[in-house]
């Protein structure tokens, strides 16, 4: 028997702030600028939906330390700007959230600093106040499962209980391996077919959540 749905756990990162298409285009920039160049689908296949911790080492490994500490620097930098000047909830989620009656909470590979900035930017902060959890309190990122499982343990619902949306293969990943179910969303940067796999429906249009949910 499949366990009734006790809690929602939102990914941040494009799937309730629009925020990816506007850390790829910063990503490709100082990729050129700092000598490792990569083209935005390279970008989302390597940086989309990891951690910051994830994507330095990626990056040291191929600029060094010091190359990885400069790009770290400037990302944060020119990437704060682009939210302050363009960061808007994604199409549809404000819709859907008004419609979910169900508990949900937001686990991310952002930092809290930077959820605050972003949540805050597009008025959706105090919806989640509280119950925002970060990849920095645990050990592994995604595609581990550490990060769904501190949370479903901090809002006190079994792991089966909980659906995930997600909006890069590396969160389905994590959902899947921490035996929950997801919805992955294919609106944005990632392909549908990144996202499909066991336990998982796809969608298209943020206004189809709530729906989707109650199918579960």
Not at 33 to 62: D, N
Not at 196 to 206: A, H, L, Q, S, Y
Request: one cysteine or more; a negative charge.
């Amino acid at each position: 028997m499949i366990d009734p749905i006790g809690l929602v756990i939102f990914d941040c990162d494009g799937v309730l702030v629009d925020s990816e298409p506007l850390a790829v285009r910063v990503n490709v920039a100082l990729g050129a600028e700092l000598g490792w160049p990569l083209t935005p689908a390279e970008v989302i296949e390597r940086f989309v939906g990891r951690s910051h911790t994830s994507i330095a080492e990626q990056i040291a490994l191929r600029l060094g330390a010091e190359g990885a500490a400069v790009w770290t620097e400037r990302f944060a930098e020119l990437l704060r700007e682009a939210i302050d000047r363009d960061i808007t909830p994604v199409e549809g989620i404000v819709g859907a959230l008004d419609q979910i009656t169900l508990p949900t909470c937001v686990a991310s590979s952002g930092t809290h600093e930077k959820m605050r900035h972003t949540l805050g930017r597009t008025g959706l902060h105090d919806r989640f106040a509280g119950r925002v959890h970060s990849a920095p309190e645990v050990a592994r990122g995604k595609p581990a499962p550490d990060l769904f499982l501190h949370a479903a343990a901090r809002m006190g619902v079994d792991p089966g209980a909980c659906v995930v949306v997600e909006d890069s293969k590396y969160g389905v990943r994590a959902a899947r391996a921490a035996g929950m179910r997801a919805v992955g969303y294919a609106g944005g940067l990632t392909p549908a077919a990144w996202l499909e796999g066991p336990d998982t429906v796809v969608i298209e249009d943020m206004r189809k959540l709530p729906a989707v949910l109650a199918e579960f």
